[in-house]
């Protein structure tokens, strides 16, 4: 399985980006999609997760109103829309796909949040 993630960048606070993580590899998706973030000086956080149809959602309390997971499994791939972000928000976003008890990460893409 690889992760691809795209869409981070440099945003004014109150701005938006939407993150994408493509997964390849596997034929169907019968996996759980989630986003965790580590900012500069700081342990590694959950951020938000999917459950494999998409009707079930969780989001770290900080981002809850905010940000919003989704996606698509005809494209195997998983969203994460962040608006209102915050100066705290910037950090180094990262999506791991979970099936059982493995997990995959992608490569991670820096957000920069600037206030």
């Known amino acids: 399985v690889q992760l691809q993630t795209s869409g981070g960048g440099l945003v004014q606070a109150g701005g938006s980006l939407r993150l994408s993580c493509a997964a390849s590899g596997r034929s169907e998706s019968s996996y759980a999609l989630g986003w965790l973030r580590q900012a500069p000086g700081k342990e590694r956080e959950f951020v938000a997760a999917?459950?494999?149809?998409?009707?079930?959602?969780t989001y770290v309390d900080s981002v809850k109103g905010r940000f919003t997971i989704s996606r698509d499994n005809a494209k195997n791939t998983v969203y994460l829309q962040m608006n209102s972000l915050k100066p705290e928000d910037t950090a180094v976003y990262y999506c791991i796909l979970i099936v059982g008890s493995s997990d995959y990460w992608g490569q991670g893409t820096l957000v920069t949040v600037s206030s």
């Open positions: 999917i459950n494999r149809s998409g009707g079930i959602t």
